[in-house]
């Protein structure tokens, strides 16, 4: 099992050397040298155990979907069947940086072939200097992702033809519909307040020039 918070695009992780990797960890592909997210996951995936081995790691939402050889990369992780959920996190949470991030669960054997999308960005505690999770918003997400079913506005479980057709892009809006409607505004209620606050102010003018004559200034 592992569980991991790797720095987010990491310039220089070592690419020049990767091809020649005897682990054969870039067998899916080399990551750009210029950010090392893919760099980590792929290390990581090959330390799991085949039938046992899971892992939840935090990533930068450019992971998500950035192409060229980010994009080779992922289309391989979904179709051989090791992406499990990807959950989405609030901005602030992370010291040192204000951009939200998200959680990616791999396994290495599955219980079936379809990927969970959780979109908790919405849901936190708002402080001064950086957002939390409280144990209700953590407890959701567990319990979302243990039940593994759609939650309106929340949650969705997706077909991997489904991403397939999304150029296996992940971005989380594409497969968790946040959507809210607004209120259809009333226009002729909207009217009438507009004509009682005019009769309001006209009221409150008469009032004033009544006070600045008393007060000798309407001479």
């Known amino acids: 099992m592992v569980v991991a918070n790797p720095p987010f695009s990491l310039d220089k992780w070592g690419q020049a050397s990767a091809g020649d990797d005897k682990y054969g960890r870039f067998r899916r592909g080399i990551p750009p040298r210029t950010k090392g997210d893919y760099a980590f996951i792929l290390h990581m995936i090959e330390t799991l155990k085949p039938k046992t081995g899971r892992m939840g790691v935090v990533v930068p939402h450019g992971v998500l979907f950035r192409g060229a050889s980010e994009g080779k990369i992922r289309r391989k992780l979904i179709e051989e069947n090791l992406l499990d959920a990807v959950i989405g996190l609030p901005e602030k949470l992370f010291y040192g940086t204000g951009i939200p991030a998200a959680i990616l669960i791999f396994k290495k054997k599955k219980r079936d072939g379809k990927v969970l999308f959780i979109d908790a960005s919405r849901e936190y505690q708002d402080d001064k200097n950086q957002n939390h999770l409280t144990e209700e ?41 946040t959507f809210e409607e607004e209120e259809e505004i009333d226009l002729m209620v909207v009217r009438e307040e507009r004509e009682k606050l005019k009769e309001d102010l006209a009221k409150l003018e008469v009032e004033m020039e009544g006070y600045l004559k008393e007060l000798g200034y309407g001479a």
């Open 137 to 177: 918003h953590i407890n959701k997400i567990v319990d979302t992702y243990a039940a593994r079913n759609n939650v309106d506005k929340y949650a969705y479980i997706v077909d991997p033809a489904e991403i397939k057709e999304n150029d296996f892009n992940l971005n989380i809006p594409r497969y968790v519909d």
